[in-house]
């Protein structure tokens, strides 16, 4: 065994197979004898180049970083350039800050001219083509790994498409001689034993459903909250319903995906809380607005506007409530984005409709019909305002959204408004209603008639959109959340 001061450098592969005959002189072990032998344990001042087949989450590449890290040996891959590289959503924020780059090297390049895709193998930084050499030096620095190849796309102008990482054991005579010749020139460079890369302060998982009709955030809103929870010391992981297991790593639960009781969605909030993790939206939350009923009487208690509203029960359903007329609109307790919401023209035809709805609820949400052209939504945040938007009714029908039988959506316009100039009544009602539910994140729908406002509804998790809710202020609107998700975790740690 080599002095353990003295600086080295320790390949690893799945298979020794894999480092052919011709490859540079140095030490090479199998990924099998890194992991259980002692003597690497003991070494120190190394630098462990991981040349495993894939690094796929909890498999052996995964591991020798890993190991490598808590050995105190530089990993190269480290156990963060492996996560950056297995989500799409924190490589694609990584490479914004390459784009100008991208542009100015592929702009110069012949094979690019004609082409609307190209690809680049990067190994250990250096690339074939001495034109790009600048580009996959600063790809390389962005995500330090041995074998690349980044894929670019021109739509107008190029970006970076996707980025995998290469195994030794598929490389072609061209590829394994450039690999020898990359390899020589990386191991001649000093070795550089320096400290690690301090992680971020927290990790906080993004609950979503990627097959959501209308879900609550799109891909670009996640991608914005990942790159503002950067700037705070949040660490974004996007995750699913399979990932309920190991929800206890993170520090923060952020939903952004249709809540309801009788769904795993509460069953996260509920699980996230008995953690100790921060979570928005919060069992409670959930609890109260996903049911249109509670909130009906919760309005009604302390005299905050709404359109006239009765509940109705199975028991007495031909009693309709005389004063209201028609149309009438009626509302199953738990639906959202639209659904569940039916407008009866005539008393024949809410007699009809409600045989219906009550087999699916004992109670039923009798309400006025208000027709508007748009509705106000203002998100409201920790008792604040956070946004305001009109939306406005989709075309020829009476709501914001229209769902087809298909199971397709569609939706109205909106326009986006500073707070200062939404009129005062809209956000101090607005704020009225938000407040009696707590202190998450909520939003506000309400109708304008006049000078007069009623509420519609209060919302857990309301939709967050890219170019939709952030059309007026931009990146501060994912930046404030982020914020607060902050305080409440340094709120937590001082208990």
Same mark, same amino acid.
């Given at each position: 065994?080599?002095?353990?001061?003295?600086?080295?450098?320790?390949?690893?592969?799945?298979?020794?197979?894999?480092?052919?005959?011709?490859?540079?002189?140095?030490?090479?072990?199998?990924?099998?004898?890194?992991?259980?032998?002692?003597?690497?344990?003991?070494?120190?001042?190394?630098?462990? %180049? *991981?040349?495993?087949?894939?690094?796929?989450?909890?498999?052996?590449?995964?591991?020798?970083?890993?190991?490598?890290?808590?050995?105190?040996?530089?990993?190269?891959? &480290? %156990?963060?350039?492996?996560?950056?590289? &297995? &989500?799409?959503?924190?490589?694609?924020?990584?490479?914004?800050?390459?784009?100008?780059?991208?542009?100015?090297?592929?702009?110069?390049?012949?094979?690019? !001219?004609?082409?609307?895709?190209?690809?680049?193998?990067?190994?250990?930084?250096?690339?074939?083509?001495?034109?790009?050499? *600048?580009?996959? !030096?600063?790809?390389?620095?962005?995500?330090?790994?041995?074998?690349?190849?980044?894929?670019?796309?021109?739509?107008?102008?190029?970006?970076?498409?996707?980025?995998?990482?290469?195994?030794?054991?598929?490389?072609?005579?061209?590829?394994?001689?450039?690999?020898?010749?990359?390899?020589?020139?990386?191991?001649?460079?000093?070795?550089?034993?320096?400290?690690?890369?301090?992680?971020?302060?927290?990790?906080?998982?993004?609950? !979503?459903?990627?097959?959501?009709?209308?879900?609550?955030?799109?891909?670009?809103?996640?991608?914005?909250?990942?790159?503002?929870?950067?700037?705070?010391?949040?660490?974004?992981?996007?995750?699913?319903?399979?990932?309920?297991?190991?929800?206890?790593?993170?520090?923060?639960?952020?939903?952004?995906?249709?809540?309801?009781?009788?769904?795993?969605?509460?069953?996260?909030?509920?699980?996230?809380?008995?953690?100790?993790?921060? #979570?928005?939206?919060?069992?409670?939350? %959930?609890?109260?607005?996903?049911?249109?009923?509670?909130?009906?009487?919760?309005?009604?208690?302390?005299?905050?506007?709404?359109?006239?509203?009765?509940?109705?029960?199975?028991?007495?359903?031909?009693?309709?409530?005389?004063?209201?007329?028609?149309?009438?609109?009626?509302?199953?307790?738990?639906?959202?984005?639209?659904?569940?919401?039916?407008?009866?023209?005539?008393?024949?035809?809410?007699?009809?409709?409600?045989?219906?709805?009550?087999?699916?609820?004992?109670?039923?949400?009798?309400?006025?019909?208000?027709?508007?052209?748009?509705?106000?939504? #203002?998100?409201?945040?920790?008792?604040?305002?956070?946004?305001?938007?009109?939306?406005?009714?989709?075309?020829?029908?009476?709501?914001?959204?229209?769902?087809?039988?298909?199971?397709?959506?569609?939706?109205? *316009?909106?326009?986006?408004?500073?707070?200062?100039?939404?009129?005062?009544?809209?956000? &101090?009602?607005?704020?009225?209603?938000?407040?009696?539910?707590?202190?998450?994140?909520?939003?506000?729908?309400?109708?304008?008639?006049?000078?007069?406002?009623?509420?519609?509804?209060?919302?857990?998790?309301? *939709?967050?959109?890219?170019?939709?809710?952030?059309?007026?202020?931009?990146?501060?609107?994912?930046?404030?959340?982020?914020?607060?998700?902050?305080?409440?975790?340094?709120?937590?740690?001082?208990?």
């Amino acid at each position: 065994m080599q002095d353990k001061n003295t600086s080295q450098h320790l390949v690893v592969v799945e298979n020794r197979k894999d480092w052919k005959a011709g490859y540079p002189d140095i030490r090479v072990v199998d990924a099998k004898a890194y992991l259980s032998q002692p003597e690497f344990l003991e070494m120190r001042r190394v630098k462990v %180049i *991981n040349l495993c087949r894939h690094y796929k989450y909890l498999e052996t590449g995964y591991y020798c970083s890993l190991l490598a890290e808590a050995r105190h040996h530089r990993a190269l891959p &480290s %156990i963060r350039t492996i996560t950056d590289l &297995s &989500s799409r959503l924190i490589y694609s924020l990584n490479t914004e800050e390459l784009e100008g780059a991208v542009q100015r090297a592929l702009a110069k390049h012949q094979l690019t !001219r004609e082409l609307d895709r190209f690809e680049l193998d990067i190994i250990f930084g250096f690339c074939k083509a001495s034109e790009l050499q *600048n580009l996959a !030096r600063q790809i390389y620095e962005v995500f330090p790994c041995p074998l690349l190849r980044v894929e670019f796309r021109r739509d107008k102008t190029w970006r970076v498409g996707a980025i995998r990482t290469l195994s030794l054991n598929t490389f072609s005579e061209e590829q394994s001689a450039f690999f020898v010749e990359a390899c020589n020139k990386f191991l001649q460079k000093p070795l550089r034993i320096g400290k690690p890369k301090q992680p971020s302060r927290y990790d906080m998982a993004i609950l !979503r459903n990627p097959n959501e009709t209308i879900p609550p955030s799109d891909m670009g809103a996640l991608q914005k909250f990942a790159k503002a929870g950067k700037k705070f010391g949040i660490d974004v992981e996007i995750i699913e319903k399979k990932d309920y297991a190991s929800l206890a790593e993170y520090d923060a639960l952020f939903i952004r995906e249709t809540t309801n009781i009788n769904h795993y969605t509460y069953r996260f909030a509920k699980k996230a809380e008995a953690e100790g993790m921060v #979570v928005i939206d919060d069992p409670d939350s %959930i609890v109260r607005c996903t049911n249109k009923v509670y909130l009906s009487e919760l309005l009604a208690s302390k005299k905050i506007p709404t359109p006239r509203s009765a509940i109705l029960h199975k028991s007495s359903s031909d009693m309709l409530p005389k004063d209201m007329g028609f149309p009438m609109v009626l509302k199953i307790p738990d639906g959202s984005f639209s659904r569940g919401v039916y407008k009866a023209n005539t008393e024949e035809e809410a007699k009809t409709m409600l045989a219906e709805l009550f087999k699916k609820s004992d109670l039923i949400l009798a309400q006025e019909f208000l027709y508007t052209d748009f509705d106000w939504r #203002v998100g409201i945040l920790n008792r604040k305002p956070l946004f305001a938007c009109k939306y406005f009714m989709f075309k020829a029908h009476w709501q914001i959204v229209k769902h087809e039988d298909s199971g397709q959506a569609e939706e109205g *316009n909106f326009e986006t408004f500073l707070i200062e100039d939404v009129p005062p009544t809209v956000i &101090s009602t607005a704020l009225a209603a938000a407040n009696l539910i707590g202190d998450g994140l909520y939003g506000v729908d309400l109708k304008q008639k006049g000078d007069k406002v009623y509420i519609i509804e209060v919302n857990d998790n309301p *939709n967050l959109d890219a170019g939709v809710e952030d059309a007026k202020v931009g990146d501060a609107l994912y930046e404030t959340i982020m914020a607060e998700f902050l305080r409440r975790l340094e709120l937590r740690r001082k208990v």
